[in-house]
């Protein structure tokens, strides 16, 4: 089966220090991978995806997202977290199913950053 | 560009009514999905339309159905609810392809008594 999985529901981490949201997936084939933000009753909103070449993939507000597939990974970055980063993170996966390619989403990390 | 938008925001239901939401996509996108997410949950997939017709389906029963219209704004019906269909249902767009990401809707938040 093809899954993405994110380990933390919860992530604190200082203002100005830097975060990390892990993620990781299982998908045979070539994975195609996004993050997605959602702040409180609103929906998601795109952060950056990978489709393919180089690893590291810049993306919305300052976050970027290492792939790693040997270690099937693909977690979220940012140097300098600020209070506003406090959200909500998807990671997904887009994975072929009849013909057409169908998010799989993970349940969720909460990013707290404190100030 | 207004994005895509749905309607309405929030809506109260008794068990075994039936439901219909609405989405208009974003300009030039000619795909919709729809997700349900519950509590606590990241979104479910529910089914996808493209060229009115439904292409893909999740794990959900019949009693959820939908439909795309010649515009590609997309309707999303649900049938006899039950208390656990209580959640935020979301409406996604994108052009259609594996590298192109959804835009979504800010959801109705559906609240079945």
């Known amino acids: 089966a093809q899954s993405v999985a994110q380990p933390e529901d919860q992530v604190n981490v200082a203002e100005g220090n830097p975060l990390t949201v892990k993620c990781t997936y299982s998908?045979?084939?070539?994975?195609?991978l996004f993050w997605y933000v959602q702040y409180p009753n609103r929906g998601l909103q795109f952060l950056l995806k990978?489709?393919?070449?180089?690893?590291l993939v810049k993306g919305s507000y300052g976050f970027e997202a290492e792939f790693n597939k040997s270690q099937t990974s693909f977690h979220l970055k940012k140097p300098s977290a600020l209070v506003s980063d406090s959200a909500l993170y998807f990671c997904?996966?887009?994975?072929?199913?009849?013909?057409?390619?169908?998010?799989?989403f993970g349940r969720g990390t909460s990013l707290i950053v404190h100030p | 560009d207004a994005g895509v938008t749905q309607s309405p925001t929030h809506l109260i239901k008794t068990r075994g009514q039936q439901v219909t939401l609405r989405c208009s996509p974003k300009?030039?996108?000619?795909?919709v999905s729809w997700y349900q997410q519950a509590l606590g949950q990241g979104p479910q997939f529910i089914f996808q339309?493209?060229?009115?017709?439904?292409?893909q389906r999740g794990n959900f029963p019949d009693r959820f159905s939908g439909h795309q219209f010649p515009n590609y704004s997309s309707e999303l019906n649900v049938n006899a609810l039950l208390l656990g269909d209580s959640a935020l249902y979301l409406c996604?767009?994108?052009?259609?392809?594996?590298?192109?990401?959804?835009?979504f809707g800010q959801g109705t938040r559906l609240t079945v008594v």
């Open positions: 300009s030039g996108h000619d795909t």
């Open positions: 996604a767009s994108s052009l259609r392809g594996f590298n192109t990401e959804a835009f």
């Open positions: 990978y489709i393919t070449g180089d690893n």
């Open positions: 998908v045979s084939g070539n994975p195609y």
């Open positions: 339309y493209y060229e009115e017709e439904e292409r």
């Open positions: 997904a996966v887009r994975v072929l199913r009849g013909g057409s390619y169908i998010p799989t």
